[in-house]
């Protein structure tokens, strides 16, 4: 589905992603898990298009990811990033809206697709025409998550979307999340910091650290066959939160 062959990625002096093949199989969940500052935005930023590798190729389905065919391909995708990204001024339903009605989809098909996405996400379909910060941080990421699928996406990438959220909260959508995932069969590729959700979600695991690829495989694979040092201090230091899945 998704292929990263040899990309790298530099910031003036900083090199945020070192050379690095990578592939996503289609209708899996991969995780991204590692430390701040290991490069794992990065990844998503550049299978989405918005940053450009300084080497290195991208396919999307097959595709490279070009100039040419990046609006096309970014159709095909999803995107959650940090805290929602919810335009304030916007309603709940005005964000969700947004990218059908400005490729021009018929008002019909767009409210019902709406309305199928309230009942996927267990969103309050009376609580739409409420401003961002008149709703809950949960009910933001629904309505953020709603945004991403509006446009029926195969692939789904979403950039720590439980991260800014209290404990009670960020357990109910973990497991409404793995839910629709298994439900839809999306390509998923989500970034954490958190080992024990990337053990919830993850069919496979990536851990990086500077910019590198560390370890790849399941959560068992990790904690029982550790590739490297690093593994096991980062798995020894939220043991607490991997007990909680395993």
């Keep these: 589905m998704i292929k990263l062959e040899k990309v790298s ?13 990578l592939e996503f199989l289609p209708q899996s969940t991969t995780v991204i898990i590692g430390p701040s500052g290991c490069g794992k935005s ?8 918005l940053i450009k ?5 991208v396919y ?10 990046l609006n096309f391909l970014r159709h095909k995708m999803g995107y959650v990033i940090q805290e929602g990204g919810l335009f304030p001024h ?14 021009g989809n018929g008002r019909t098909e767009i409210e019902d697709r709406m309305v199928e996405l309230c009942k996927l996400t267990k969103f309050p379909v009376d609580a739409l025409d409420r401003y961002p910060v008149q709703i809950s941080g949960g009910q933001r990421q629904r309505v953020s998550l ?17 991260g800014a959220l209290d404990p009670l909260v960020r357990f109910e959508l973990q497991n409404d999340l793995r839910e629709i995932f298994q439900r839809l069969g999306k390509t998923v590729i989500m970034v954490t910091h958190d080992i024990g959700e990337a053990g919830f979600f ?3 695991i990536v851990l990086l650290k500077d910019g590198q690829i560390v370890q790849l495989g399941n959560i068992t694979d990790l904690v029982n066959n550790p590739s490297d040092p690093f593994v096991t201090s980062f798995i020894n230091a939220q043991r607490t939160r991997l007990e909680s899945i395993i």
């Design 9 to 21: 990625k530099e910031f003036g002096s900083t090199t945020a992603l070192y050379q690095t093949t």
């Design 42 to 49: 990065t990844i998503l930023r550049l299978i989405i298009g």
């Design 53 to 57: 590798p300084d080497g290195g190729v």
């Design 60 to 69: 999307v389905e097959g595709e490279v990811l070009d100039e040419d065919n």
């Design 90 to 103: 916007l309603t709940a339903k005005e964000n969700v809206l947004l990218m059908a009605k400005c490729l």
């Design 146 to 162: 709603m945004r991403a699928l509006m446009l029926n996406p195969d692939i789904l990438l979403l950039d720590e979307p439980l």
């Design 202 to 204: 993850g069919d496979k």
